[in-house]
């Protein structure tokens, strides 16, 4: 499974911001 680190960290190195937030919480509805 993905560590919420690990892709949190991806995720903040790809976009980097408000952005990286809005596609935590999108992974995080579909993940849920």
Do not use: N, P, T, Y
Request: proline residues 0%.
């Amino acid at each position: 499974m993905f560590r919420k680190g690990q892709f949190r960290s991806m995720v903040d190195s790809l976009a980097g911001g408000s952005e990286a937030r809005f596609i935590g919480r999108l992974f995080q509805v579909f993940a849920a």
